[in-house]
């Protein structure tokens, strides 16, 4: 099988296409542009010169970050181009947003760190809480507490219980892997029914940072938490809790406010 044969190698192909070999391996491999025909004895690959429109649509559209799938079907559908390529600008847009978000998350993280945080020492009583368990890698951690919050709180509310209650947070110190969590619904009269669901979380006496501002920057918090144990010789071995002392539903994101707690040893007095 030769050039003679009407024929181009994935070579040639490549070089009047303005793609590389590699490319078209890739493009091979998604299902967007297939071989006209693969030798069966050498496995070689050739392309017809009427694919040159084909492989030029679907730079193009990578280019312009089209995703596969969206290509896919444009290409095994051309009659759903308007539909698809307005579900692309969607996503567009959501990621620009996204990207500002992560812009202004910079911002905000440069001023916490200026504006330093104080540690202060808190006396807890134990609390009893509506409590629910959760895993998660450090990566969705935000979005899963967030999701088995909003659980927590239907489940209360079913339950007839106020929703309004402090809601606390339990973490390990260290996010790595798989970690296991917890989060709680302080509890102002014992629940009767359902017992199972309720456990004690121990009071005693807690080191603990107030923070001001979206929960994506609480390593803030951690960060001064963590350096104000290690300057008095203390483990943070957690578990750490968080106190959300605002309802996201009520407040933007830059004015929630939580409270994060690490337990110090009962006979140390911090300075």
């Not at 095994?76 to 990207?99: C, I, N, S, W, Y």
């Not at 001023?111 to 202060?120: I, W």
């Amino acid at each position: 099988m030769s050039p003679a044969d009407g024929w181009l190698s994935i070579g040639e192909f490549a070089r009047m296409s303005r793609l590389s070999v590699r490319t078209l391996r890739h493009y091979d491999r998604e299902r967007l542009l297939a071989p006209g025909r693969v030798d069966p004895r050498t496995g070689y690959r050739y392309y017809s010169r009427e694919q040159l429109a084909s492989a030029l649509r679907i730079a193009v559209l990578r280019r312009a970050e089209v995703s596969v799938p969206a290509i896919r079907l444009l290409l095994q559908d051309p009659g759903h181009t308007e539909v698809v390529l307005a579900a692309e600008r969607e996503r567009f847009e959501r990621e620009a947003a996204r990207k500002h978000r992560a812009l202004a998350l910079v911002a905000s993280l440069a001023e916490a760190e200026a504006g330093g945080l104080a540690v202060r020492r808190h006396w807890i009583e134990d609390r009893t809480v509506l409590w629910r368990n959760g895993e998660s890698t450090a990566e969705s951690l935000d979005s899963n507490v967030t999701n088995l919050v909003t659980a927590l709180l239907a489940d209360a509310s079913s339950a007839g219980l106020p929703t309004d209650a402090p809601v606390v947070g339990q973490y390990p110190a260290t996010l790595d892997g798989v970690v296991q969590f917890g989060v709680g619904l302080e509890l102002r009269s014992p629940l009767g029914r359902a017992e199972t669901a309720t456990t004690t979380l121990p009071g005693g006496t807690f080191a603990g940072v107030d923070f001001v501002g979206p929960v994506a920057l609480l390593p803030v918090a951690y960060h001064a938490l963590f350096g104000w144990l290690d300057e008095r010789g203390l483990a943070a071995e957690g578990p750490f809790r968080e106190y959300y002392l605002t309802d996201p539903r009520d407040v933007a994101a830059d004015a929630m406010r939580t409270r994060v707690l690490h337990p110090l040893p009962g006979e140390h007095v911090p300075g």
